[in-house]
């Protein structure tokens, strides 16, 4: 929504159609559609509106189309006049219907076209063939679910949403700082000492970053230590903070940094990593199968969130085009969510699209069938994902 666009023009444009146009007409009328029928005299003077403008747009007019229609045309409107009815515009589930006034009645009776609904008239509706850009994004009309956070979710929506999609947020998680930040504390005390930090999530170094602060340090108590970093969303928020990432794998996983640091981490190496209860264990048991000095720090956790009733029925009914999954902790709390009985029914109906591997591979373990993963595991990437599995 945007302040001060009226509707009247918004929605045409939306539909590909100008309300004006240098070639065609420089008039606009813009009529409510709903005056009661049975008023003696009426408002409108259908006998100049219906020759003397070359654009006409009816608000909340549909259930009133054929009185339109006969007024228009009974005043000297030529019935070949083309004609577009449009349903829900500006929305994903913008629905267009295009004729003349001489069969627009039959056509909207054919094709079942519901209110509420806009009406225009006029030459301008012609453009519509060339210059529709809305219905051509490439997720238009897709609803779809996005089980990130809801302090997360938000780059997600508007990806989705620039495309075309509509983003139905379902927060399956609950980012929360650990209330014991006791064992930070003392890692606090001893930055000097370490050789490396590795952060695996944006979480971590928002926490990580407040809670220092907190304890009265800053970023020159990191002057000394190697920073290493998963995927460019971790990295773009270190920058922001004044932080120099030194090392990001090309994969983005607890794998790509393993191999990352391999040959680089010696014995006797200290290394911190702040994270989130309950993540994966491979990189501090495999660190510290080289030998290094592994303080792991649980700083946060990933609770599972509640589900509203109408997004659990719009789900569990196929009214979604596909289900996003950002890492196993979205999966996990969707499934404690839905249930088994939910998922096997969604698997049937609802595309599932994973941000990478192991939250793909996590998805499997829980029932579903996983029908795209990113092949960069960033957020731009699992929209690619979207994108290529809804136009294949």
């Known amino acids: 929504i945007v302040p001060g666009i009226t509707s009247a023009v918004a929605v045409p444009a939306y539909a590909g159609i100008p309300v004006t146009h240098r070639d065609l007409t420089s008039t606009l009328a ?3 559609g709903h005056e009661r029928l049975e008023k003696q005299e009426s408002s409108i003077q259908w006998d100049k509106i219906a020759t003397g403008v070359g654009t006409l747009v009816f608000l909340m007019g549909l259930e009133h189309l054929n009185f339109i229609v006969n007024k228009l045309v009974t005043h000297g409107r030529n019935p070949e006049t083309p004609c577009a009815l449009i349903r829900w515009g500006t929305t994903p589930e913008q629905k267009v219907l295009t004729g003349t006034l001489a069969n627009i009645e039959a056509r909207m009776r054919e094709a079942g076209f519901k209110p509420p609904a806009l009406i225009v008239v006029g030459e301008v ?6 210059l529709n850009w809305f219905e051509n994004k490439p997720l238009f009309g897709k609803r779809i679910v996005v089980t990130r ?3 997360q979710a938000s780059r997600l929506s508007a990806l989705i949403e620039e495309l075309g999609g509509e983003a139905l947020e379902v927060p399956t998680i609950e980012i929360v700082p650990n209330p014991d930040m006791k064992p930070l504390q003392r890692a606090f005390t001893q930055l000097e000492s370490f050789d490396w930090l590795i952060f695996t999530s944006v979480n971590a170094v928002k926490i990580f970053l407040d809670q220092l602060c907190s304890a009265g340090g800053d970023i020159r108590d990191l002057k000394d230590v190697s920073i290493v970093a998963i995927g460019p969303a971790t990295c773009e928020v270190l920058s922001q903070k004044g932080l120099r990432v030194d090392y990001v794998p ?22 911190l990593i702040p994270r989130a ?21 649980h700083i946060y956790e990933a609770r599972p969130a509640s589900i509203r009733p109408e997004h ?8 979604v085009d596909a289900i ?25 109906i609802t595309k599932v699209a994973c941000i990478g591997p192991i939250t793909a591979e996590t998805a499997r373990r829980q029932g579903f069938t996983v029908d795209a993963v990113a092949s960069e595991y960033t957020i731009p990437g699992l929209v690619d994902a979207l994108v290529k599995m809804f136009n294949e």
């Open 312 to 319: 659990r029925d719009m789900i569990t009914a196929g009214r």
């Open 149 to 151: 956070s809801r302090t």
């Open 277 to 297: 209860r309950g993540a994966r264990n491979v990189i501090p048991a495999i660190l510290g199968d080289w030998g290094a000095d592994v303080t792991e720090v």
């Open 324 to 348: 996003t999954f950002t890492s196993s902790s979205t999966v996990n709390n969707f499934v404690k969510m839905i249930g088994e009985d939910g998922v096997r029914n969604i698997d049937r």
């Open 30 to 32: 813009i009529i409510t």
């Open 250 to 271: 090309e994969e983005y996983r607890a794998e790509g940094i393993v191999e990352l640091l391999q040959g680089r981490v010696q014995t006797g190496d200290r290394v």
């Open 125 to 130: 509706v012609g453009l519509r063939e060339r």
